[in-house]
Structure formats: C-alpha cells, structure tokens
C-alpha cells in the first residue's frame, strides 16, 4: 500500500506540477501507519480516475481521458442510498442524450470495513429468463443475474426480450437486495432503419448508456470496488456484439430474413451485409433521437490521434488488440494496421472476482 501510494502521490504532483510533494508523502504515510489506509483528496481522486481511463488497454475511446467528470460519493456505503446515488448517475450521465463520460465513487475497502458493492456489471442491463424449453428471452448474458434478482425477491419483469434489470446492491456481510431503476433514469432507443420501413417489426431496442459497474477503480493502492462509470457508445458495440452475437441476441439471421438474403450458404455473405445493415441502424436511431453515439471509423482515427499526442508527452500507451480492433471492417481502420503491447498500472479499472462467483459461496439467501 505504502509503495503504491507513494508512486501515486508522486505521478500526481508530477502531471499536475503541484511541486515537492515531501509534505503530501509524509502525511500519506503518517495515515496508512496509524490507520492501515489513507483517504485521497479530492483532486487526487479525480486525477486516479482520469489517469485510470487513460490506462485501460482495451479501450479505444481514451482520447478524452482527461474530460471524465467525478461525482464523490464516498460517503455512502448503505445499499438503498447506493441504488438512489446510481440511478442519480444515470440521469446526470444520460442528459437526454448528450451523454457525458461521468464516474461516481462510492465508499472504498478499508481493512475494518468492506465496501457495498453492485452485483450487476452494468447499470442498465436486460434480463435474461431461461424458458423450461432451454432458450432465453432477453439477453443471454445476464441469465445469472436475472436469477440472482429473482431469488433476491424480484418479482421478474413483463418478460419482454428488453426488460431492465434491478440493482442488486450488497452492503458488506449482508445479502443483496434489489432496487428497481426508476423510469426516469434509463434512456433507451428503438432502433428504425435509413430505408427499411418493416424494421420496426423487430422490436429491436437498446440503452443509450453502458455504465460498467462491476469493475474496481484502483488508486494508489486503494480499492473502490463500487465506482460506475461510463462514457458513450459505439455502434458495434450494439450492432455488432450486443444484437448479432450468437451467444447474444443472435439476430442475423431474422435481420437476414427480413432483407430477403440467401443464408443458405456462407458465401452470400448473408452475414457480412446483415452486419451492416444493422450496424446502420443503430447509429441512424440513435443520430435519430438525438442521443450521443460514435462511429468505429471516427473512433480509430481518434484513437490513433490518442497515441500521437501521449507520444508527444512521452507516455507509453498500453492496448490490447484484440479489443480495440472493431468487431466489423477491421482492416478498413487504422488501429488494425499496427501492433500494441498491454500494461498493467495504477491507477487502473480492474475486474474483481466476479461477483456471481461470489454469491454461489453465499448458498441460498
Ligand atoms: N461493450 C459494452 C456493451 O456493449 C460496453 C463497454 C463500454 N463501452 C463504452 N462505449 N464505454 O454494453
């Protein structure tokens, strides 16, 4: 802790050339001796988790870092008040479209008391019911924690393919309980197509913003494992993963369909063109009701405006490729053309142990 706090004090008084910081060290570990834990100023927690953003390997969307907005929340650790503080963040982040990139930190691990944490690893999530016949409606991805809300005492949703998830808050040595998101906090956008007009026959939908929550905000050796952030979309994420993966919503073939496509063989490309298509759509609902979305083209241009202009300030830019290449048209950006290597930092967003893993040690609640 002491190391990473001292290299922490240290990057902070450097980057925003706040001089010696002898006196700040000094008072960092006069708190962690007597108390096993220290508490960052404000600055410093907007600074962490600024630079943390400016850290993560698999995100493509860096080049505005240093814009994050920090909303502090340490002082709250009871679940309902972490519910009513995440719904908050929703509406602050959404804005009726013009989405901003907003964090809000709630109360960190300290060695007498252990965080809340949020079981779900997005604020807006669609359930996933698992019908006696074995197929899901909903999202596929989140049959866990739709079950988990269910043995919570959620009563289940209308049982659309599209029903929003509750909370599932847990304060430390308690079982979760949920919190229902109020309406007013979830913006989402029924997807339409440039020139389809049968396209809303699909009844496709999405939220207009992915709030990752179940990530741990690391600052100088701090953990805050209850800190929800977001930024915005881009397109793919929706069109083509979210919607299109076959262990997602697997719509290819009924957006095929619709566009009168051969799928009787791989060599139409029946995929490729529905890809497309509904890649198209999400970016045109969104523009359409005027919520904030980006493009992989005009992502990995500013992506690699990212790299040049860290380069510049003589900063190494950790990446992962296989993440930050775009799931469609790789080769026609310019992230594709190049390669990158990871590193591991402080401050960072790091995985915890997934909190599902964690609730099957708890049994039954
Ligand atoms: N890929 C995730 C999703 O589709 C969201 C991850 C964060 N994305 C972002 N644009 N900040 O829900």
Not at 255 to 282: F, P
Not at 304 to 311: A, N, Q
Not at 313 to 318: F, T
């Amino acid at each position: 802790m002491l190391r990473a706090a001292g290299a922490f004090v240290v990057l902070h008084h450097t980057e925003a050339r706040l001089g010696d910081p002898a006196a700040r060290l000094a008072a960092v570990r006069a708190q962690i001796e007597e108390t096993g834990t220290y508490r960052h100023t404000t600055a410093e927690l907007v600074f962490g988790a600024r630079v943390a953003w400016r850290n993560a390997n698999r995100c493509i969307g860096r080049l505005y870092w240093n814009s994050l907005t920090v909303r502090d929340r340490r002082d709250v650790r009871d679940a309902r008040g972490v519910a009513e503080e995440s719904a908050q963040h929703l509406r602050e982040a959404t804005r009726g479209g013009r989405i901003r990139a907003l964090l809000t930190v709630f109360a960190p691990d300290a060695p007498d008391r252990p965080a809340p944490r949020i079981w779900n690893e997005q604020l807006v999530r669609y359930a996933g019911y698992t019908r006696p016949d074995g197929g899901v409606t909903g999202d596929p991805r989140n049959t866990g924690l739709t079950d988990a809300a269910l043995r919570c005492g959620w009563p289940g949703g209308p049982g659309t393919p599209f029903d929003v998830l509750p909370l599932l808050v847990q304060e430390a040595g308690a079982p979760p309980r949920w919190f229902a998101l109020p309406g007013d906090a979830v913006l989402e956008v029924e997807l339409t197509h440039p020139e389809h007009a049968w396209w809303t026959s699909l009844g496709l939908r999405w939220h207009a913003v992915p709030a990752l929550s179940n990530m741990c905000l690391e600052i100088g050796g701090i953990c805050y494992p209850t800190a929800p952030f977001n930024g915005w979309y881009m397109g793919t994420e929706i069109g083509a993963r979210n919607l299109a993966d076959t262990d997602r919503y697997d719509l290819l073939p009924a957006v095929a369909e619709g566009l009168g496509l051969d799928t009787g063989t791989d060599r139409t490309l029946w995929k490729d063109r529905a890809l497309v298509e509904l890649n198209r759509s999400v970016l045109h609902s969104f523009d359409r009701a005027g919520v904030t979305v980006t493009d992989h083209h005009t992502e990995s241009r500013r992506f690699v405006t990212h790299l040049d202009r860290e380069e510049r300030k003589g900063r190494r830019v950790g990446a992962d490729w296989s993440w930050i290449v775009p799931p469609i048209s790789a080769s026609a950006t310019p992230v594709f053309h190049r390669t990158y290597e990871t590193i591991d930092s402080d401050p960072a967003y790091v995985h915890h142990p997934d909190a599902l893993e964690r609730a099957r040690g708890l049994g039954d609640f």
